[in-house]
């Protein structure tokens, strides 16, 4: 691929993670903390609102521009494999902020008319060890990838540039 | 419908609950051992109160790196190793094709003297055959002559 259609091709998935990393969760916070339910005011008292979107943002932000290097990189590169891992960590670290910032404990408070009924919540952070461990093992195969990268560079850049039957470069 | 889409919704509800159960006590103690290191991350990062100027310039630092590194290396420019390479391969190519071009040559040089040989067979065959004609009019004839030698000596006899 040339210059220009890498770049093009890291701009559309800057975009992409812009999208699902930024502007969906910022719009589903903002959604969720004024919700109602069956008419009644089921108000969720999400104190650390701005937290959880200075996360979002901060994170954000950084998966936003290593997916734009990641995937504007050669394929099969050290460069691709490096900025992978460090999208992977970071993706981690973006998700463990929904509970650094209290998203993981989601606590409904019930308010009908003056009266505050009760509260609901909602505890999650089983399902985010989970996560954390299914990450855990994406980080273990890019690890793979990128010694795989290193290891068989020569091997990797003969076959990008191996000739083909016209003399051409088939990369 | 409803009731049915509840049922529906339940049973998929119970498969999850079930995958989730199996996975939890392997993927469970990797989950702990990632939020240990995280949390210990977390703390060196900017937190809310430093404001987002830290994360953005990182990003904008990303971003540049990304598009000079990528433009001036797009990957596609052959690696000098692999010029070597080529120029072995086609100094090769060269001294093959060389002497393909003179073994046809000689295979043709060949060709040719086979075909005059042949021809030169095919001549002798032809004086063969001339030489074993003559050879039989030449037996003819000394028979003629011996005839003709007794006929005399009869002759002279008789006189």
Known sequence: MGRFSNIVKGIIFMCVYIGTTMVIPFLTF?????????????????????????????????????????????????????FA???????????????FSGATEIRFEIVFEIANIGFISINVQNMVMLYMGVYFLTIILKGYDFFDFLLNRKTIRE????????????? | MIFQAVDFIQIIANIVAAILNFLNPIVSPMGEFMVNWM????????????????YVSIAIVIVILGLIINITWPGNKRPGFLKKVDEVEDKVEEKIEETETSVKKKVKKAKKKAK???????????????????????????????DIEEDLEETIDEE
């Open chain 1, 30 to 82: 903002t959604w969720v903390k004024e919700v109602q339910i069956l008419g009644v005011a089921i108000v969720l008292t999400q104190h650390d609102y701005e937290k959880i979107i200075f996360w979002i943002s901060a994170f954000g932000l950084l998966i936003s521009t290593t997916a734009f290097f990641n995937y504007s990189s050669p394929k099969q590169s050290i460069r691709k494999g490096t």
């Open chain 2, 39 to 54: 949390e210990v991350v977390l703390r060196f990062f900017p937190q809310p109160q430093d404001g987002l100027i830290v």
């Open chain 1, 159 to 171: 076959k990008r540039y191996k000739k083909m039957v016209g003399g051409n470069d088939s990369s």
């Open chain 1, 85 to 99: 891992m460090i999208q992977i960590i970071l993706n981690c670290l973006y998700i463990w902020s929904y509970k």
């Open chain 2, 116 to 146: 005059d040989l042949e021809k030169k067979a095919d001549e002798l065959e032809e004086l063969e055959v001339e030489t074993d004609t003559l050879e039989e009019e030449l037996e003819e004839l000394e028979e003629d002559i011996k």
